[in-house]
């Protein structure tokens, strides 16, 4: 596994410097440059759609996984573009294909994970403190950084006016 991180930079690099050797620098500049235009737009597209839908969704109680999948996986794809190289690009362009798209979330989701979590939809409903099954850390905290402030004492008289 740490050679593929080591061996992805160079990969990328290896592509951007074969399409300047094909084309010209400029042709490479103007990949790089477009392709971070594109994934910006298609990360605020995704952004919108998303708040779109999950605020129709608490309106309506129930939150659908196959919605907000697509919007993930579109967000994931701008993210690739911004990476300068071609080899991301080409992963984006993957990413993109629909049915590909389903392979990718069983061969990369846990099992019974996120996939099994979002196969029904969440309910909008309230939980008390005993049905959660979370854990509860007590403590107490100061701020730091802060001013201090003593509360009066019971003794003391109150500030004359």
């Known amino acids: 596994m740490r050679w593929i991180v080591f061996l992805y930079p160079w990969l990328e690099l290896w592509s951007l410097l074969a399409l300047g050797s094909r084309t010209s620098a400029g042709m490479a500049m103007l990949w790089v440059l477009g392709a971070g235009v594109l994934g910006v737009i298609m990360i605020r597209v995704a952004g919108a759609q998303t708040l779109g839908q999950l605020r129709t969704a608490q309106q309506s109680g129930s939150l659908q996984a196959q919605l907000l999948q697509d919007n993930v996986a579109l967000a994931i794809v ?13 992963v984006a362009v993957l990413v993109l294909i ?21 196969s029904g939809g969440f309910q909008n409903t309230h939980h008390s403190q005993q049905e959660d099954d979370g854990v509860t850390l007590e403590g107490e905290y100061e701020q730091v950084g802060a001013r201090r402030v003593t509360p009066p004492s019971r003794d003391s008289e109150p500030p004359s006016q």
Do not use: H, K
């Open 98 to 118: 629909r049915p590909l798209r389903g392979l990718i979330y069983r061969a990369v989701a846990p099992r019974g994970g996120v996939s099994g979590a979002f």
């Open 78 to 90: 701008g993210l690739l573009l911004l990476i300068p190289g071609m080899v991301s690009d080409a």
